[in-house]
Structure formats: C-alpha cells, structure tokens
C-alpha cells in the first residue's frame, strides 16, 4: 500500500507531508511524527502499515525537504537542534486539522506517535493541541529542547511509551521521572520498558539496533491503543 505527498496550510504558509489512506478509504486518524533523520523510507512505511491496520495516516515533513542517512548521527543531531520549534508545531497543527478536514478520517481526533524526536514532539502536541489529540504514544521520546518543554497540566489524551532498556538519549531515569510527572498530574499513562534493547529498537532499517520481538509487542501494543481511544 503506498501513499502520496500531500501539501496543507500551516499558519498562513504551506507545509507537506506522506499521507497513506487504508483500502477502505478512510479510518481513524493517526499523525506519525518522524525520527531526527527526516520523513525518510521508514517513517513512509510506518505510515503505509497504519493504512494497512485501517488507519488513515499522514507524516508531516519538520525538514522540510530535508532527510539525513542513516547513520549520520552528527548531521541529524545538527538538523534537530536548527529545527524552528514554532514552526514543527504550526506544521504539526496544520497536519492534524489537514487530516480531520481530509475527509478520510472517520475519528473526531486523531492519534499521534513519533520516534525519537518525534516520541517528544507527539508528547508536547497532545499538550498544544489537546482539542484534536486523542491519544499519544512514544518510541524512546524525550523533550529535548528547552524552549518546548510541555505544560502537561494540559494533556488530556491517554499516553503509551515504548522504551529502550540502554539509552542514551531517553534513559531509564529520565524516563522515570517523565512517567512519575505525568501520574502525579492525574494523567492516564503507561510505559513499557523492553529488556536487552537500544534506542531505535522498533526502526527495522537500523538491523544494528532493530529487535524484531520486542518491535512487534510495541507495535501491537500501539494499533490497539488507537483501535481503543482513537473514535
């Protein structure tokens, strides 16, 4: 199943995006938020199994146009720190109105999940957005920036995260205490934590880090979270 580049109004600018629509034609609305290596192969392909479970799901570009190889971890770092934080957040406003307006998506809200990167940027939409987000899952997410730390007092969506046992980036501290935040607010929250796994271990174009089991339990765990909040 492919899917196709879409372009949308982002606060009086355009913005794009890789939008894949399931068989039926429509079906809830999930927004899938890329890694810090851009809307590559992946996150398009992430997009085309969402359509394959009947989901209607659409990536929106933060590079705009650009995307980093994999591997080039020094460059993608330099690409997410350069990243216009208000602007990936009119970008990602402008894919969530773009998708309930699409006419493919049969759910009042929509669903957001990213990785990495986007992991923290699903977590701090269901904050902006809480309108439109129904539920929030994240792959090894943190919040990186400074500038877009979330005020989650304003979180209403249910939240999953799918962690890594080894990481650097979202360690298991860091992980705690988001976990810990977030219920001691009254936040509807799960974690898991999945043993003998590296950062990326869901990203089946990294075999250096991919662990296909554990990969698949998060990815089962994650349509079904939808299939339950995503109406």
């Known amino acids: 199943m492919a899917g196709t580049t879409v372009t949308f109004p982002s606060n009086g600018s355009q913005a794009s995006g890789y939008l894949a629509v399931p068989d039926a034609g429509a079906g809830p609305g999930v927004l899938v938020i890329q890694e810090w290596w851009g809307v590559n192969e992946q996150i398009r392909e992430v997009c085309d199994r969402f359509a394959g479970e009947g989901f209607t799901a659409l990536a929106p570009d933060l590079y705009h146009g650009t995307v980093v190889p994999l591997g080039e971890h020094d460059e993608a770092g330099k690409q997410m720190f350069a990243m216009d934080i208000g602007q990936a957040a009119k970008d990602m406003g402008g894919a969530v109105d773009h998708l309930l307006d699409s006419g493919a998506v049969s759910s009042k809200g929509v669903g957001a999940v990213g990785f990495c990167m986007g992991g923290g940027l699903a977590l701090w939409l269901g904050t902006v957005r809480p309108d439109a987000v129904a539920a929030v899952v994240s792959f090894y997410g943190i ?89």
Not at 158 to 178: C, K
Not at 192 to 201: G, L, Q, R, S
């Open 143 to 231: 919040i990186p920036w400074s500038e877009a730390q979330p005020d989650y007092s304003k979180l209403t969506a249910p939240v999953q995260g799918h962690y890594a046992a080894n990481d650097d980036f979202a360690s298991p501290d860091a992980v705690r205490g988001l976990e810990e935040q977030l219920r001691g607010l009254g936040k509807s929250v799960e974690f898991f934590t999945y043993p003998d796994t590296d950062h990326a271990f869901a990203n089946h174009r990294r075999p250096e880090v991919f662990h296909g089991e554990h990969a698949d339990t998060a990815w089962q765990r994650t349509v079904e979270f939808f299939r339950t909040h995503v109406r």
